[in-house]
């Protein structure tokens, strides 16, 4: 059975491969990188601020990477693997969720009051 792809590298997904879009989420992530430590070594910002400076860095440089070295867009070739990424994040925050939890209600069950 032949499904119109006699050559492996016509196919869509492999056609996705960029080496100039690899290199430009290389190049993002990298500077997010320095502008992070910079902003950490620099003590530029008071605590809370840069905790939401750095998170949304970290959120912004995700984004980037998921687009650029991923490839994950809505694009007919690409809909299966952001339908699983989609459904795959909310599992992630749930359990880093729980793990808060059970750790947190573990400590209060379990250190004796009064002491330290």
Do not use: C
């Not at 869509?12 to 690899?22: C, T």
């Not at 190049?27 to 400076?53: N, Q, R, W």
């Not at 867009?73 to 729980?98: C, G, N, R």
Request: glycine share 6%; no cysteine.
């Amino acid at each position: 059975m032949s499904h119109g792809h006699d050559n492996p590298l016509d196919h869509p997904e492999v056609k996705l491969a960029s080496p100039l879009r690899y290199f430009i989420g290389y190049v993002f992530a990298l500077g997010m990188m320095i502008l992070s430590l910079g902003l950490v070594k620099g003590h530029v910002l008071p605590t809370v601020a840069l905790t939401a400076v750095l998170s949304l860095i970290a959120f912004i440089v995700i984004m980037v990477q998921l687009y650029f070295l991923f490839h994950l867009d809505l694009s007919e070739t690409q809909i299966w693997h952001t339908v699983a990424l989609v459904l795959t994040v909310p599992l992630f925050f749930i359990s880093i969720a729980l793990t808060i939890w059970m750790f947190y209600t573990l400590e209060l069950r379990t250190m004796i009051p009064g002491v330290g």
